[in-house]
């Protein structure tokens, strides 16, 4: 078979067969298939989508690329369930929910990406706290999901190489926001983790891949639906990305803010909705409480008690990381060289979430291409949030830069990003619907 008719069978509008997604697929894991054909057929697919049987086939194929875990030996007594987000900006919600929904007596073996496009990776945000290891064998994975209750990383070689390599081409060359590609890649990851429940996160707005709820629900959709095929069973929540979720941007300062969170010291109202939502839908959805409202109960207290702050140092300290981080998170960050305060008058009306983001990766904070080296410290903190008004006395952010520079690009681009005005603005729902299939 030669891959260029499977790339123009795409590019003329066609349905790929099976034997051709797989012939894709088994190229990409072993790296026969180049780097512009890969690219060529992204682009291609982008622009012509898939349906939901070809999306059905491209998941299995790459969740089969490589290990598939079977939890069934491990006898965990609890259900196996994840989340996963399509990605925003200051989406740090995975590090507060894993323990919570753990403590809540589920069993959450997160395998998290990294970056993606104008959006931060929670696989950056791991490797921010020093000595995590986030690529760990599946010996200490199963071990730290059967002993603590969860456990975060990214993907390892092993687990669905292929959409490894086809998520990292996809970065770099503008073909993220294809709802069958990103289905596919998310649902493959899950799928080689042998969950029995998921409950997906999608983001809308303009921060967010999807910038309306037409392009939302039909990416909940066809997770719903493809995952279904896959005899996963998935609930989708569609959440707010017209802001920066949180007070911080940038990976290591999102560390910060979820420790701040599960110590019950800073909790964000926009971002405490977003993380109890989810948690509390993984808990009803895998049946450890009957109704919603009992769920939220149950995750509240899991914070309030203290009880998540101690599994996450847990899971911190089985993988790697420094055993006091709870307590002197502060000492092991990384600090930026340059930290400053952003100015404006007026009342913050809008922001452009999605430049935000770009100015993370001017910041060094995000990649522009491949493999790119990040620094874990830059970004910006305690985030005004729409409706604030600002002046001396309120900052619009503070910035967090390696040099002067460098900070001063990032002033630039932040005041470009936002609107002001004299009037106030009407808050947008963050929760905007739950969709169960």
Known sequence: MLFKDVIRRKRDGGALSDEQIQFFVAGLADGSLPAEQVSALAMAIFLNSMSFAEAGTLTSAMASSGTVLDWSKEDLGGPIVDKHSTGGIG????????????????????ISGRGLGHTGGTTDKAESIPGYDATPNFDLFRKTVKEVGCCIIGQTEDLAPADRRFYSIR??????????LITASVLAKKVAAGLDYLVMDVKVGNGAFMESMEQ????????????AAANLKTHGLITDMNEVLGSTAGNALEIGETIRFLRNEERDPRLNEVVMALCAEMVYLSGIDSSRDAALDRCEEAVTSGRAAEIFARMVTVMGGPSDLMERYEDHL??????RPVYASGILTELKTRDIGNAIIELGGGRREVGEKLDFSVGFSEFAPLGTELSKHRPLAIIHAANEADADRAQENLLNACKMGDKAVEKEAVIKQILTG
Request: charged fraction near 10%.
């Open 334 to 339: 990384a600090a930026a060289a340059v930290i």
């Open 216 to 227: 939302a629900l039909a990416m909940v959709n066809s997770i719903i639906a493809t995952a």
């Open 171 to 180: 970065d770099v060359t503008a073909t993220v926001e294809s709802v069958p």
């Open 91 to 110: 989406d740090k919600v995975s590090f507060m929910l894993a323990p919570i929904a753990a403590a809540c007596g589920c069993f959450v073996p997160m």
